[in-house]
């Protein structure tokens, strides 16, 4: 791997198609403190957007947590991300943590999420804004806000029942109890739960077999997954329609066609 950017927030790693970006502030339990770090997850979507080049991104944390999500002691203070009236928070959360949602969730490059220890509240947002999770054995996940007092203020309604379903999802909310890895997988949060030190080869190992196909291709197949899960078919195969015409004339799509049938790997150019 080669060293990429580093923000105050993410350390970011580039391996050739593959982009692995690490929530490093482990003193912290990678808990998203501040406007910085709301911005630097922001930045970096944009960023993985622009670059036709990178075919798959993997998420993870450093230290033992994997995002422990909102500072609880800021909250106790009403400081930080929480100062100022309930007019003034209620914009905050708009302009502040819910830009995340909006840039991740809707980020065309496919995301594994390799889920390393806890990811609570915002943490298991998080996690659930990406396309596949898998966690490490002794990984920890827990909808908690009500445990706080409040509720989730950064999307999750809306992510964790389309990822677990309704009733699981209710559960894990309306309780704020945590879950273990197991558990997780059962529920399907996660795709497999394997020992600690196997989690980023295992990780890896997906995000090369999605690099492995156009990007072209698999930014617009995932669009397409989530732009479905609110369309009627209707309207999910004419922009389908669309989607495909424009697949059918990239270089690449030639030559993947050109590799099958000549029985060899392609060799792609991301145009």
């Excluded at 912290?28 to 911005?39: C, F, G, K, P």
């Excluded at 409040?150 to 992510?159: E, F, K, R």
């Excluded at 989690?199 to 930014?219: E, K, V």
């Excluded at 030559?255 to 991301?270: F, G, N, S, T, Y």
Aim: charged letters at 20%; one cysteine or more.
């Amino acid at each position: 791997m080669t060293q990429g950017a580093t923000t105050p927030f993410l350390t970011i790693v580039r391996d050739g198609p593959i982009v692995v970006a690490t929530l490093d502030r482990p003193e912290q339990r990678n808990a998203i403190s501040t406007d910085r770090d709301i911005a630097d997850i922001v930045d970096f979507c944009a960023m993985v957007t622009a670059d036709h080049s990178i075919r798959a991104v993997v998420l993870t944390g450093a230290g033992k947590a994997f995002c422990a999500g909102g500072n609880v002691k800021d909250m106790a203070t009403r400081s930080g991300m929480f100062a100022g009236s309930p007019f003034t928070l209620r914009g905050a959360y708009r302009t502040g943590i819910q830009r995340i949602p909006t840039a991740l969730y809707e980020l065309e490059v496919p995301v594994v999420v390799a889920i390393n220890g806890a990811a609570i509240g915002a943490g298991l947002d998080l996690a659930c804004m990406g396309d596949v999770r898998i966690a490490a054995d002794g990984a920890t996940f827990a909808e908690s806000f009500v445990k706080l007092g409040i509720v989730p203020g950064d999307g999750g309604a809306w992510l964790l029942p389309r990822v677990i379903g309704m009733a699981r999802a209710t559960l894990m909310t309306l309780t704020g109890d945590a879950i273990d890895a197991r558990t997780a997988l059962d529920y399907g949060l996660v795709l497999d739960v394997v020992p600690p030190e196997q989690l980023m080869d295992a990780a890896m190992a997906i995000a090369r077999r999605i690099a492995a196909n156009p990007g072209h291709a698999t930014r617009l197949a995932k669009r397409l997954l989530r732009e479905g899960q609110d369309m009627k078919l209707g309207p999910l195969l004419e922009l389908s329609a669309a989607y495909q015409a424009l697949a059918h004339h990239t270089r690449d799509h030639e030559e993947a066609v050109a590799a099958m049938l000549e029985k060899r790997a392609p060799v792609l150019e991301d145009r």
